[in-house]
């Protein structure tokens, strides 16, 4: 089933340097709270509201992995084809409040084998 919005592609139909801007997806205290259950890290940068107040991030942060796994579910069909085919690269560039709205986005590279 396709949606004409985000026709199914295949990497072929992907251009070097193109990139795609999937759909956004809010993170909330039970995914957090959830993803700690689930992963085992109850690190206190995640769970203690206390200590984290007073970080330099002000409030407790959610889990760089929850971000990422949560952004590839949720990216169209050509960027899920063209990461599935080349890998994904997802660098912290800042920490996740809570709530927080995750929106990725995908960027072709060369195609080349190395």
Aim: charged share 25%; proline share 5%; hydrophobic share 30%.
């Amino acid at each position: 089933m396709s949606d004409d919005a985000d026709p199914p592609s295949v990497f072929a139909d992907v251009e070097e340097g193109e990139t795609t801007v999937t759909q956004g997806r809010t993170i909330t205290e039970a995914d957090v709270t959830n993803f700690a259950g689930v992963s085992g890290d109850f690190n206190h940068l995640h769970t203690d509201a206390e200590r984290m107040d007073e970080s330099m991030f002000g409030e407790r942060i959610a889990h760089g992995m929850l971000v990422v796994s949560t952004s590839a579910t949720r990216s169209t069909s050509k960027a899920r084809s063209s990461r599935h085919a080349r890998g994904t690269t997802a660098p912290a560039t800042a920490p996740s409040g809570r709530p927080s709205r995750s929106s990725p986005s995908a960027t072709e590279r060369s195609s080349r084998v190395r």
